[in-house]
């Protein structure tokens, strides 16, 4: 895993994106990314930048 500005190595456990389109008919429109981690070990604590489960 390689760390981001949001997100330090030791937090990258069991992590997970989904990327849902804004407008299915019109890609350009863009994406919506629901980010999810566990803190510090597998199974710890959730951590994300999205609360909505997709």
Excluded: H, I, W
């Amino acid at each position: 895993m390689v760390p981001v500005s949001y997100q330090k190595a030791e937090d990258l456990n069991c992590v997970r994106a989904v990327y849902k389109p804004v407008d299915s008919t019109n890609l350009k429109a863009g994406l919506t990314v629901f980010n999810y981690a566990n803190r510090g070990a597998v199974n710890g604590p959730v951590d994300g930048t999205s609360q909505a489960q997709p």
